[in-house]
């Protein structure tokens, strides 16, 4: 009897939703004889195994980042269903997606990026089970030739590796299904993997793949901006390597040394293949000498020789930014993600000094007294002044210039009595005093809209991954190296050009965080950094407390500014009331997704193990 992969309710379970070129028999089936003896069908089932790609960005729930929202670095204003503003409150359970206005696994399900009603754990392995029903089948498959192959069977193999370091980033720990687990499949012979034998898998994988000399190193034609690469194969190996070195899930054993080689080989195959940071501006009218927002605003271009030799994986393009992370001048539907007062304080001034203590930023828990350096320049009555150029790439602030909806290049006036001030009952206005700017083309407005990309793997990451491994393994001199070309893109003093600053291992580990940070603002890396940076029974203290800037402006012309926490309230004669709110997925259960409840019980049932995560 011929094996079918059944096109049906009940495969939906294994394989993922249906796919148009699979759906063509009349009875809704068809046999993996008939798909694989098709070259045109091979190929479009390696299409399928693609589909509903995550969208990263603003694809989640609200057309918002969810993962950004939940960070340190923004306070969401959580409109048209966002999660985050249940999370803000700390409510998730196990109970899944129970249906639009309920409360359930607020973390796993996200309906723009998963599908209606599908977490993440089905949603990775759906795709996982579609990929190893391709993998057993295109040794024998028909083929436009063998060249084709052996590219799409190295292809599929990276692809499969993305989805379990999605997996495993997410829940720390993952079941290694490489067989095609037809509808027959006996859970009961499960064995969850630890988060390290995944990364080992994942990482071998992607050794294999890269050894195929038909895998391209990267996409030549625009429509195969998300097929897999060589270089999301070594980018892959990178994240992966720090990640299983990290705390959260190096189970008390040094992985450094082994993740240092790893990453310095990826970095290495990457500056050997024509990968290089994106450092000169093409519209230095728009963009003056500060090519890391130029590139941050633009689309990536596709050829054998590319302007943007940088972007390893875009999941995106997107054109309405300036609507749904807008500024009131606009008249945007939402002020969207606003960055936080912590995420502008780590902005270090222009000459390379940090504003803040970096090993004690605050004096006190809720932030409002910050340890300021006094040797740093930075004046509080003054604070945007001579800042990392990064800043001005990533927020609007009081007195910076947009593009009005009449096409004028307005003031944006964030202060108490301006058009633009805060005002927590308006979704237009910010919460914070500040406006996001990342990812924001100068030239967007209401009325003009300007495609930018973006950029989920990238070049910056496999250096700064690299520099972390020698910072632990106490490779200072290296590590310091490895930062430099981050800082010389924006033209700022390495970390070892400042004046004052003493490196040791442990200052060093405190400026390359920051570096990261900054770097990476409103991409979806700082998520994942403070949780793989906390030790399992700890909490995420950085992120529990979050503060704005009040701003109010005098009869001279000047201006005062007052740090307040977040969702506090203003009067002029009353003055500040609330105790703000604390974003309450802080605790040291958020540091990992929940499995559903059903899950839980349907794999303890089948294997006597219990896989849910602590705190759930």
Known sequence: MKTKILITALSLILFGSCSEVLDISPDGTQTTEDIFSDETTTGAYLTSCYEKFMAYGYGYTGIENQ??????????????????????????????????????????????????????WEHFYKRIRRTNVFLSQIETAAVPSEEERAKWTAEAKVLRAFFYLELIQRYGKAFIITDPAYVDFDESELVMSSFKEVSDFIIS????????????????????????????????????????ASSLFNEGENYWPEAEAICEESLNDLLNNGF?????????????TNAYQEYSCTTQDYSDNPIDKETILRTQNFSTAWNYQGLPINNAASAGMTPTQEL?????????????????????????????????????????????PRFYATVYYNGS?????????????????GECAIDGSNTQRTQTGYYPRRHYNPLARRGKSVGVSFRYMRLAELYLNYAECLIENNKLTEAVAAIKPIRDRVNMPNIDEVEGVSIDQQNLRLMYRNERRIEFAYEENRYYD??????????????RYETGMWIEKNEDGT???????????????????????????????????????????????NTQVNIQNPGW
């Open 276 to 288: 290089e940071l994106y450092t000169s501006v093409r519209s230095p009218s728009y963009f003056g």
């Open 401 to 417: 210039t947009a593009l009005n909806s009449s096409n004028v290049e307005t003031t944006l006036d964030i202060f108490r009595t």
């Open 205 to 244: 994988e992607c050794d294999e793949a890269m050894n195929e000399d038909a895998l391209p190193w990267r996409p030549v034609v625009s429509t195969d901006y998300r097929r897999m690469t060589k270089s999301i194969a070594a980018a892959l190996k990178s994240r992966t390597a720090i990640y299983m």
């Open 559 to 605: 201006f005062t500014y007052q740090r307040f926490q977040i969702n506090d309230s203003y009067h002029p004669e009353t003055g500040w009331a609330g105790s703000g709110l604390e974003k309450l997925c802080y605790t040291n259960k958020f540091l990992l997704y929940p499995f559903d409840a059903s899950e839980v019980s349907n794999i303890l049932a």
């Open 67 to 120: 993962n950004v929202s939940i960070s340190d670095d923004t306070w969401s204003i959580g409109r048209n269903g966002a999660k985050s503003a249940y999370l803000y409150q700390g409510i998730c359970n196990t109970d899944g997606d129970i249906g639009w206005g309920q409360v359930g696994n607020t973390l796993a399900y996200q309906s723009n990026m998963f599908g209606y009603k599908v977490g993440a």
């Open 530 to 543: 403070v949780r793989r940076w906390t030790n399992p029974t700890d909490n995420m203290d950085v992120i």
């Open 344 to 388: 502008v304080d780590a902005y270090p001034m222009s000459n390379g000094k940090y504003i803040l203590d970096l090993s004690k930023p605050y004096n006190d828990v809720k932030h409002l007294s910050p340890n300021l350096n006094l040797e740093s320049g930075y004046d509080e009555t003054n604070p945007y002044v001579d800042r990392d």
